[in-house]
């Protein structure tokens, strides 16, 4: 008899699932079982519509949750085969997860697991500590495990190289007035189940920061004071750029997250060079890599914060 999953296996999935991340806290996604299996679909209804026309983000996003929907149901002792973009489904259905040979689950899977309710992005400055080497080699080899790359950017000449493609991306993007709009639209003082809370949004950017931010608020700090010395970046990427690299990349990011949770680091996502094809494309040739840049990231130790609201799991559960 073919294994199913059920009802219950849905629900554990998807409340697994909208714990993943999205550019705004958007949560693209939603979640449904179809002849056995669990399919994660593109709510393109919150499709951010100026700063993802073409859908990378919502790709992201909805790899992202097939992540963590796969730790849940590993752990829950039937761990899911994992088809990215079926050919035989709809443009809506981004993964379906069917049921492999049940086992219990591995320690890695366990600690994973237990790291997405504690996963968020910390937006505030990071203290001085630098990251151990030993924590540097777990992410590299987090992103290999799905596929993906993830570049490190040692010493001030590579991290200012970055920087300057970064703020460049930032500056245009700050320029359309449509995209700030829909940038603050996304930002709330209540208690929305979406979007970005203020109390989450990074202390207002001063002249001489190198590194971008989008503080979704105005926290202020005294004038002339550094954001942070010099943080950890990394670049995540795939070998290719199609709808399923996307995908992929969202699950590497997400392994690449979690691990990082697990491991007591803090974690934030710097998308601006990603958003900009030109500046994407410089970026790529500045890495000297074969493949596509997916998304930038800021890694270090910070201070306590928790994670943003999500909507309900019967919101994004759909026959």
């Known amino acids: 008899m073919t294994a199913r999953y059920t009802e219950a296996d849905l629900r554990r999935a998807a409340a697994a699932g909208i714990r ?16 056995g299996g669990i399919e994660v679909l593109a709510d393109t209804s919150r499709q951010l519509a100026v700063a993802d026309r073409a859908g990378w983000a919502l790709r992201v996003a909805c790899g992202a949750a097939t992540f963590n929907a796969r730790l849940a149901l590993a752990v829950a002792g039937t ?37 997405i309710p504690h996963r968020f992005s910390n937006r505030r400055p990071f203290w001085p500590n630098p990251v151990p080497s030993e924590l540097r080699a777990l992410l590299i080899e987090a992103a290999r495990a799905e596929a993906g790359w993830l570049d490190l950017l040692v010493g001030m000449t590579a991290l200012s190289g970055f920087a300057e493609i970064a703020q460049s991306a930032d500056r245009v993007l700050r320029r359309n007035p449509r995209y700030q709009a829909e940038l603050f639209s996304w930002a709330h003082s209540d208690t929305a189940l979406d979007g970005v809370p203020v109390t989450a949004g990074a202390p207002s950017p001063e002249p001489q920061d190198l590194l971008p931010t989008r503080s979704f608020a105005e926290h202020r700090r005294a004038p002339g004071r550094d954001f942070e010395p010099e943080p950890l970046v990394a670049i995540l990427g795939t070998a290719g750029d199609r709808a399923v690299d996307q995908l992929q990349a969202g699950q590497a990011l997400q392994r690449v997250l979690l691990t990082a949770t697990d491991a007591g680091l803090a974690s934030s996502m710097i998308s601006q060079p990603i958003e900009v094809p030109a500046a994407r494309e410089q970026l790529r040739r500045s890495l000297g890599r074969f493949g596509t840049p997916q998304m ?21 559960i759909v026959d």
């Open 20 to 35: 993943a991340p999205s550019l705004h806290n958007s949560q693209p996604w939603l979640f449904r079982l179809h002849d």
């Open 79 to 115: 761990p899911a085969e994992v088809t990215l973009r079926p050919p035989d489904s709809a443009p809506e259905v981004m993964a379906r997860l069917t049921p492999a040979e049940q086992r219990p689950a591995t320690y890695r899977e366990q600690d994973l697991c237990a790291a």
């Open 296 to 316: 930038a990231l800021r890694i270090g130790y910070g201070q306590p914060g928790q994670p943003t609201l999500r909507r309900d799991v019967a919101e994004v």
